[in-house]
């Protein structure tokens, strides 16, 4: 390393200063980036070690299992996959053929292992292993620069979430013992959710940085853009997640508090501090910007096919079927509409305001929100396994987690001089690649806590995010193009 860059490393690059929303964390983590990184893994394994210490094996062993599947089963294959030349044409299908085959057969390879390694090998967690690392490598070879953008820095960042995941393990082992509960995982559906929160926060974070990095901007300065873009999402994700537990949590509000931000912190901030510190430090180079610019010219072309198709008018009468659609769901199913969803919805609404601090951007994904929370039950509810209260508040904080993103690049986009659907184009560029690949790890996440009985309930969480993610997604374009259209300028 020369001493221009190790100076560069050692000293606050005044770029990260010029905006004052997040400038300390900023400062510390990009400007300070060795500093950030020794106290983040000191703090890390000194409440590890005290809160191991003193727990039960079965504690140890939940809290390592969920950390290890992120770090190696969704962030090692994604690396690997992001790394390897992408084939094209035949081998490329061929490619594709194998890896469906190996993941049809992993359980069947499992015991095969299990059977030769002679250690007791679990077979039904071998191949549940192989089978989520394999779709995730395929996805990051296969995705296209939709998928391919981030390339090393997204396994940094999965990395970080997963240290974050391990310190909440701690954190919450730490405060059950203080409290005299009982013994065992603390809250562990908390601890899940916290994780798979911080995984969606990395798919972000990596591609403002690679977005950075294609506009010119060198390592420390795109570190610390991306760091400070990142950080109202990171806010939306953590007081979403924070009001969830607590109106969930078994221990009281007083506890349940303490509970709650145990488990929605350490993950977020451990990729913000400890990512952004590692991207100051590993830097990005030309390939990623190029890559960068593949993935934003992808997504345009993409999304020039749609483009004739949403018009304000357009979106405008779709707001109003949706709106129909969600009254007749309303009135006919036996019940009424989901009081645990319209609650989720109305606290990621709540939570998109004052993180994104922006009234309409609140207003318009707690209303989106609000008409999936009342037509997802009513279509998709007798065909998807009964959720609890929890999984249900779970499933749609996940969901808002995955709108965000778009919902933020929208708001900073928005201009009363340019049209609704220009500004939705602009938006949905930058994001989309981010976006689909928050939808991939979302995915890994619950199916790595669900497969190794960390969660078991993790299965349902995931069909239903994966109900009212799509919903999201497939009713923004037209939800926030007529929505600006509405408050702003249309055609």
Same mark, same amino acid.
Request: glycine share 10%; net charge positive; charged share 10%.
């Given at each position: 390393?020369?001493?221009?860059?190790?100076?560069?490393?050692?000293?606050?690059?005044?770029?990260?200063?010029?905006?004052?929303?997040?400038?300390?964390?900023?400062?510390?983590?990009?400007?300070?980036?060795?500093?950030?990184?020794?106290?983040?893994?000191?703090?890390?394994?000194?409440?590890?070690?005290?809160?191991?210490?003193?727990?039960?094996?079965?504690?140890?062993?939940?809290?390592?299992?969920?950390?290890?599947?992120?770090?190696?089963?969704?962030?090692?294959?994604?690396?690997?996959?992001?790394?390897?030349?992408?084939?094209?044409?035949?081998?490329?299908?061929?490619?594709?053929?194998?890896?469906?085959?190996?993941?049809a057969?992993?359980? !069947?390879?499992?015991?095969?292992? $299990? /059977?030769?390694?002679? =250690?007791g090998?679990? +077979?039904?967690g &071998? %191949? @549940? #292993? *192989?089978?989520?690392?394999?779709?995730?490598?395929?996805?990051?070879?296969?995705?296209?620069?939709?998928?391919?953008?981030?390339?090393?820095?997204?396994?940094?960042?999965?990395?970080?979430?997963?240290?974050?995941?391990?310190?909440?393990?701690?954190?919450?082992?730490?405060?059950?013992?203080?409290?005299?509960?009982a013994?065992?995982?603390?809250?562990?559906?908390?601890?899940?959710?916290?994780?798979?929160?911080?995984?969606?926060?990395?798919a972000?974070?990596a591609?403002?940085?690679?977005?950075?990095?294609?506009?010119g901007?060198?390592?420390?300065?795109?570190?610390?853009?991306?760091?400070?873009?990142?950080a109202?999402?990171? !806010?939306?994700?953590?007081?979403? $997640? /924070?009001?969830?537990? =607590?109106?969930?949590? +078994?221990?009281? &509000? %007083? @506890? #349940? *508090?303490?509970?709650?931000?145990?488990?929605?912190?350490?993950?977020?901030?451990?990729?913000?501090?400890?990512?952004?510190?590692?991207?100051?430090?590993?830097?990005?180079?030309?390939?990623?910007?190029?890559?960068?610019?593949?993935?934003?010219?992808?997504?345009?072309?993409?999304?020039?096919?749609?483009?004739?198709?949403?018009?304000?008018?357009?979106?405008?009468s779709?707001?109003?079927?949706?709106g129909?659609?969600?009254?007749?769901?309303?009135?006919?199913?036996?019940?009424?509409?989901?009081?645990?969803?319209?609650?989720?919805?109305?606290?990621?609404?709540?939570?998109?305001?004052?993180?994104?601090?922006?009234?309409?951007?609140g207003?318009?994904v707690?209303?989106?929100?609000?008409?999936?929370?009342?037509?997802? +039950?009513?279509?998709? %509810?007798?065909? *998807?396994?009964?959720?609890?209260?929890?999984?249900?508040?779970?499933?749609?904080?996940?969901?808002?987690?995955?709108?965000?993103p778009?919902?933020?690049?929208?708001?900073?986009?928005?201009?009363?001089?340019?049209?609704?659907?220009?500004?939705?184009?602009?938006?949905?560029?930058?994001?989309?690649?981010?976006?689909?690949?928050?939808?991939?790890?979302?995915?890994?996440?619950?199916?790595?806590?669900?497969?190794f009985?960390?969660?078991?309930?993790?299965?349902?969480?995931l069909?239903?995010?994966?109900?009212?993610?799509?919903?999201?997604?497939?009713?923004?374009?037209?939800?926030?193009?007529?929505?600006?259209?509405?408050?702003?300028?249309?055609?």
């Open positions: 390393m020369s001493e221009a860059r190790r100076s560069a490393l050692l000293e606050i690059d005044p770029r990260v200063t010029e905006r004052p929303f997040g400038d300390p964390l900023v400062a510390l983590a990009v400007g300070r980036p060795v500093l950030m990184m020794g106290l983040c893994l000191v703090g890390v394994a000194t409440i590890g070690a005290l809160a191991f210490r003193m727990a039960a094996p079965s504690t140890v062993a939940a809290a390592l299992a969920f950390p290890s599947s992120i770090v190696f089963l969704i962030g090692l294959p994604a690396l690997v996959g992001a790394a390897t030349p992408a084939p094209s044409g035949l081998a490329r299908a061929l490619l594709a053929l194998f890896l469906a085959l190996v993941v057969a992993a359980p !069947a390879i499992g015991g095969f292992a $299990a /059977s030769a390694s002679g =250690v090998l679990d +077979p039904a &071998f %191949g @549940a #292993g *192989l089978r989520i690392g394999l779709v995730v490598f395929g996805l990051f070879l296969l995705g296209g620069p939709l998928a391919r953008a981030d390339r090393a820095h997204l396994a940094i960042l999965i990395a970080a979430s997963g240290i974050g995941v391990a310190a909440a393990f701690a954190l919450a082992e730490l405060g059950q013992i203080a409290s005299d509960r013994p065992g995982a603390p809250n562990i559906e908390f601890l899940v959710l916290g994780g798979v929160l911080g995984l969606q926060l990395s972000f974070l591609g403002r940085f690679a977005e950075a990095l294609a506009r901007g060198s390592d420390l300065a795109a570190a610390a853009e991306a760091v400070r873009e990142s109202p999402l990171a !806010a939306f994700l953590a007081i979403g $997640a /924070s009001l969830t537990f =607590v109106l969930n949590a +078994p221990s009281g &509000f %007083g @506890a #349940g *508090l303490v509970d709650a931000a145990a488990a929605a912190l350490p993950s977020q901030l451990a990729v913000i501090a400890m990512g952004g510190a590692a991207l100051a430090l590993v830097g990005g180079g030309d390939a990623a910007a190029v890559a960068a610019n593949a993935r934003r010219d992808a997504a345009s072309r993409q999304l020039r096919r749609v483009r004739g198709y949403l018009s304000s008018s357009a979106c405008l779709a707001m109003a079927v949706a129909v659609v969600a009254i007749v769901a309303a009135l006919d199913r036996p019940g009424g509409p989901d009081p645990a969803a319209l609650l989720g919805a109305a606290i990621a609404g709540g939570a998109a305001a004052v993180a994104f601090v922006s009234l309409r951007a207003v318009a707690g209303a989106l929100l609000t008409v999936i929370a009342t037509i997802i +039950p009513w279509a998709a %509810g007798p065909f *998807l396994p009964a959720p609890t209260r929890l999984e249900t508040m779970a499933a749609m904080l996940l969901a808002a987690g995955l709108l965000a778009v919902t933020l690049a929208w708001r900073e986009r928005r201009n009363p001089w340019r049209k609704a659907r220009e500004v939705w184009l602009a938006a949905a560029e930058t994001s989309l690649g981010a976006t689909l690949t928050a939808a991939a790890l979302t995915a890994a996440g619950l199916w790595a806590a669900a497969a009985d960390v969660w078991p309930e993790a299965a349902r969480v069909a239903w995010t994966t109900a009212y993610g799509l919903a999201a997604l497939l009713l923004s374009p037209a939800w926030l193009i007529g929505f600006g259209a509405a408050i702003g300028r249309g055609e």
